[in-house]
């Protein structure tokens, strides 16, 4: 052990006499400093001990973690399981909307998750820009809220088998959702990798995957044996300017379904799936894909005494859309061993990062891109008055593409990943944590005008936009590998 050699005292040399002047001086900072730790010490102490806290069915208290300080590029970047790191931070706002989508959101007339709920006053829910329910009263309901809120809560209890303070939640919403889904035949192609995830992270997986070859069946007998593809009365948009096309059909719907149809035949050894599947997916690509900007269009008229006949209707290209037809053809190329789709996704990758929707400035990327003339614009215009939160459907997407090509998009990640949980993103803090619909693209909450209320903008969180994102965060930090 080193030894401390002091001088003896017999031998300790006479200390100058300072001066008075400077020894006040550093009795002064002396109580000066003592002053500062006291000062820090309450502060911190009362920061600990009124952070807002939210409780679960067994009445276990949980905090909600603070947001999440600004992560910078390069740490973005490593996106791995490994990143501990990284998967505290995605994690801690994963539960936070867990948790606040199961509390503020939780719909008490049809017992699932209500579209939306204003922060600045949560018992004004199912709002739109003109109206709003009031909380306990709800007069509608979408049931695809219901069942991507128990797929997060089934994911994120596999991811934390520990963690039981989740457990309340899913018991509530699971007869809701089994009575819902249980046997649905919905045309909608994401339905299936949703459902699908429900069967690897449930208690009954049996119970989904008879579920998955129930509806994959109806989507196989459901198919035009003469065009190849799901058709008929399509509504053009949802809700206000919806101008309903007498026979054509959804881009992204009809490549989903497809490539659902495809990945389920592969699954379940049904390859009469395979075939029709696959041959749904090509003719999707040679109607509606665009070449020049390697994007897909928004919808396909196959007949309409008003607009004709065999040609693309609506060719906007909107992120949202597009992120999810990236996921799903990694996800089914990948599984199914079908490389052109895995390309494609390549090919759509490489032009979103380089199309003038990618917003250099703020990251992320604007609503829409028009791939031709369309309601009185011109091809090219881009849509840069807001961005829509339904773009993390990307997340998944450039975090699956980036580990089959070696990190290739690391820049987008990192962007996407900021956007998702950085201070100056889309995400809203707490104490009504989440995501809303829409934003402007500096992150400023999108103006309402007509919106009930004080504050005269979309000031709520929106369950759709809540799942989205979580599907993302979550895919990040998997611990094993999708599909």
């Known amino acids: 052990m080193q030894q401390t050699h002091e001088i003896p005292p017999q031998q300790e040399l006479p200390r100058p006499r300072r001066p008075r002047r400077f020894r006040f001086t550093w009795r002064f900072q002396l109580s000066l400093l003592a002053a500062s730790i006291l000062i820090v010490s309450i502060v911190f102490t009362f920061a600990y001990f009124t952070q807002p806290h939210f409780t679960s069915p067994e009445s276990e208290e ?8 600004t992560v910078s590029p390069q740490g973005a970047q490593t996106v791995s399981p490994q990143n501990t790191e990284t998967m505290a931070s995605e994690d801690s706002i994963v539960k936070q909307i867990l948790i606040d989508e199961n509390t503020n959101g939780w719909d008490t007339t049809y017992h699932g998750i209500l579209i939306n709920w204003r922060r600045d006053d ?11 329910d009031v909380r306990g009263h709800s007069t509608r309901h979408d049931v695809l809220n219901d ?8 994911w994120y209890r596999a991811r934390h088998p520990s963690d039981s303070s989740l457990n309340g939640y899913i018991a509530r919403i699971l007869p809701t959702v089994q009575r819902e889904w249980g046997a649905t035949t919905q045309s909608k192609g994401w339905l299936y990798f949703t459902i699908l995830r429900m069967g690897m992270y449930s208690d009954d997986p049996g119970y989904w995957n008879n579920t998955l070859q129930n509806w994959a069946q109806a989507q196989y007998n459901a198919t035009d044996p003469v065009l190849g593809v799901h058709h008929g009365l399509t509504n053009t948009v949802a809700g206000h300017g919806n101008i309903p096309l007498q026979d054509g059909y959804r881009v992204d719907g009809d ?6 149809l495809t990945d389920a035949g592969v699954r379940f050894h049904r390859p009469d799936w395979v075939s029709v599947g696959k041959r749904e997916v090509q003719s999707v690509i040679n109607s509606s894909f665009n070449p020049k900007y390697h994007l897909f269009a928004r919808v396909y008229v196959l007949s309409d005494p008003r607009f004709g006949s065999n040609h693309v209707y609506d060719p906007q290209a909107r992120m949202g859309e597009n992120g999810q037809e990236i996921e799903e053809l990694l996800r089914t190329g990948l599984y199914t061993k079908t490389d052109s789709y895995v390309q494609l ?5 490489d032009a979103l990062v380089n199309s003038p929707l990618h917003d250099r400035v703020h990251g992320g990327f604007y609503y829409r891109l028009l791939l031709g003339d369309f309601q009185g614009l011109h091809e090219g215009y881009i849509d840069q008055s807001m961005k829509e939160t339904r773009q993390f459907h990307m ?8 580990k089959v090509f070696n990190n290739r998009w690391s820049d987008i990640a990192a962007e996407l990943h900021k956007l998702a949980t950085a201070n100056d993103g889309l995400f809203l803090p707490a104490p009504v944590p989440g995501f809303t619909y829409r934003l402007k693209p500096d992150g400023a909450l999108y103006p309402c005008p007509t919106c009930v209320g004080p504050q005269k ?8 936009a809540d799942n989205i994102a979580m599907e993302g965060l979550q895919a990040i930090v998997e611990d094993k590998s999708m599909p």
């Open 395 to 402: 997340l998944p997407a450039v975090h699956l593409a980036n």
């Open 345 to 349: 996704a390549k090919e759509m990758l």
């Open 147 to 154: 069942l991507r809120d128990l797929e997060n809560l089934y």
């Open 255 to 260: 490549l989903e379904l497809g490539l659902a």
């Open 62 to 69: 949980i905090v909600a973690p603070k947001k999440t300080a």
């Open 457 to 464: 903008n979309e000031n709520w969180v929106t369950s759709e």
């Open 122 to 132: 949560p018992s004004k829910v199912n709002c739109s820009d003109d109206m709003c």
